[in-house]
């Protein structure tokens, strides 16, 4: 019996929180709108990098990606070449 019991209070209290949980569509609407004020509010204290700051950073990510596209070719290929000559060996 003290398991039947348990399972009620469990119950009740789930309905109790989904009862807190649910909203209406004016709380929804505020509480977005709030939100949204607050965002706003937030971006105007950002401070944005200049435009010369933001192409040499993209200059910067750029060059390494190449250099990092370079190296990964250049491994991939010689694995490549590593593998073939195994299984030349192997077949022979």
Known sequence: MVHGCHALDVD??????KNK??????QK????VQFLREVRTELKKVTWPSRK???????????AVFII???????DS??????KQLLRRAVS
């Open 53 to 63: 700051d933001t192409l040499s950073g993209t200059l910067v990510v750029l060059v």
């Open 21 to 26: 949980m649910e909203f209406s569509v004016k």
């Open 78 to 83: 010689g694995l490549a070449s590593l593998v």
């Open 12 to 17: 009740s209290r789930l309905r109790a929180e």
């Open 29 to 32: 609407f505020d509480v977005s």
């Open 69 to 75: 596209a370079i190296f990964l070719g250049i491994v």
